[in-house]
Each structure stands twice: as C-alpha cells, then as structure tokens.
C-alpha cells in the first residue's frame, strides 16, 4: 500500500511546491510509482508538471466534492512511473463547501484509498494554511513533510507546524506522523543559512533530512517551462539534490 506524505508548512513561500514537484519526479525516476496530489487552489504543482490546469474536467475539487471518481481525475504524465490529480483556482470554493459536510475532513482520504495500493508514494502539496484542504490531506497521510526556508523566521514555522500535528493527532488522525524536515532555498554565503540548520538539528535532529536544497536559479527557472528540474537541466544541482532527498525517503519508508 502507498505512503501518503502531506507537504505541508503554514508559512508560505518556503518551497513546498518546489518539493512536491521534484521529490515526486525524482521519485518516479527511480522508478518507484507516484502519484502526486495537487491541494493547494493555486495550482502550483499541477502547472509546474506540464498540465493545463483550466483544461482539466476533473480536478482534486470534483473528487473531494464526489462529483467524480479518482480515476477519473488522475492524469498520468508523460514520465513513466508519476500520474498527477491536478487543481485549480474552483478548489478555493471547496473551503467554504465544507463547512457545510458532515464527513468534510475525510473526503480526500475516502477518494484515494482505492487507489493506494496502485502507488508506492503519494506525495501532497498543501495550502500554505490550516483550512479544511490541509486538514484533509493531513487525514489522508500517514506523514508529513515539512520544507523550512533557511531564514530567520524558520523556527516560528516550525513551532507552527509541531502544534497542528499535536492537533490533528488528537482529533483527525492519530497514527499522523512526521516524515522529516528539508531545509529549502539555503545560501552557503550567507551565515544566517548555516545558523538556522545548526539550530533546527540542535533542538529535533532525528527529524531532519541529510540533504539540504540549495537556493538556484534553475529550480526557480523550471516551473514555467512546466517541468520538474531534472528534465529541466538533469545535471544541475538542483537535479542532484533532489534525486538524494528521494533516496533518503526511500531508505526512511522501507527500511524497516
């Protein structure tokens, strides 16, 4: 059965998209069987894999609505090995839609369990808050991911991030874990990076991931080509990195 890993920080702008897009491709190269979910309405991930979003019938909106079937939204991109459930700007409505549904924070993990055992992983992109899409996608998962920008607000995410686990442990799902931490967007010239590192592995070690994602030019150049970084430049850093991070998930997930 596939590990469902949420992607998730409640601080924005710290990468979250940028991991969903090229853990999964990297993933995939190694031929592991992903399917990427898009949950955020921004709809980052999906136009950063090459689709469309505003061409799709079916998006995550009209699966968590029970308007359609998994299969029916799951577009299987042109990489072997990675489908995508994609989204789009409809899914912002589905907030407010919700709060109506008896069963609102199980509708994700209802969806995708007929598939589970289809994929190995089944990597989340999250809203960059706490609504009812990241509480569905935090019911959905067996973990979560959590991508901190190397800056000097890192630490108040984190304590943010701890706090709606302990939250949805007690009231959603309460095998809910954490998968570990990736330090994103680093600057090897500037000290503030190195100081954030020192201090998140001071505190909660046994969380945090080896590989570190550097701040490049070409992960930031990639998604408007739609396109994960290693189709986009296969020999750059960026490429490199991220093929690491998914082999430290894959030893983390079957090392048992």
Same mark, same amino acid.
């Given at each position: 059965? %596939?590990?469902?890993?949420?992607? +998730?920080?409640?601080?924005? %702008? !710290? %990468?979250?998209? +940028? ?7 990297? $993933? ?17 991930? =999906? ?11 079916? =998006? ?25 459930? /994609? ?19 199980? *509708? ?6 007929? !598939? ?10 999250? /809203? ?10 935090? +019911? ?16 108040? %995410? ?6 709606? $686990? ?15 931490? !990736? ?8 000290? &503030? ?6 201090? #998140? ?12 994602? /550097?701040? +490049? #030019?070409? &992960?930031?150049?990639? /998604? ?27 030893? *983390?997930?079957?090392?048992?």
């Amino acid at each position: 059965m %596939g590990k469902v890993i949420a992607i +998730t920080n409640q601080k924005g %702008g !710290v %990468g979250k998209s +940028t991991t969903a897009i090229n853990l999964s491709a990297a $993933l995939a190269q190694l031929r592991k069987r992903v399917l990427t979910i898009d949950i955020d309405p921004q709809g980052n991930t =999906t136009s950063g894999l090459g689709v469309e979003k505003y061409e799709q019938e079916n =998006t995550v909106y009209e699966l968590i609505s029970e308007n359609c079937d998994v299969k029916d939204c799951i577009v299987h991109l042109k990489k072997k090995y990675h489908d995508l459930i /994609p989204a789009n700007m409809n899914l912002a409505g589905a907030e407010i839609e919700l709060n109506e549904v008896q069963d609102r924070d199980l *509708r994700l993990k209802k969806a995708i369990d007929p !598939v589970r055992e289809d994929y190995d992983f089944i990597i989340i992109d999250c /809203p960059p808050s706490l609504g009812q899409l990241t509480l569905n996608a935090l +019911t959905a998962s067996d973990s979560m991911l959590v991508p901190i920008q190397c800056e000097y607000y890192a630490m108040e %995410g984190l304590a943010q991030v701890l706090y709606t $686990l302990d939250l949805v442990k007690n009231g959603l799902n309460p095998d809910l874990k954490i998968e570990g931490i !990736v330090f994103t967007m680093y600057d090897s010239r500037n000290n &503030l990076s190195q100081e954030v590192v020192d201090s #998140v592995r001071e505190n909660i070690s046994e969380y945090v991931f080896d590989t570190i994602i /550097p701040r +490049t #030019v070409r &992960l930031a150049e990639a /998604p408007s080509y739609g396109l994960p970084i290693n189709e986009y430049d296969k020999h750059c850093i960026g490429t490199k990195r991220y093929r690491k991070l998914a082999k430290e998930l894959i030893k *983390r997930s079957f090392s048992i």
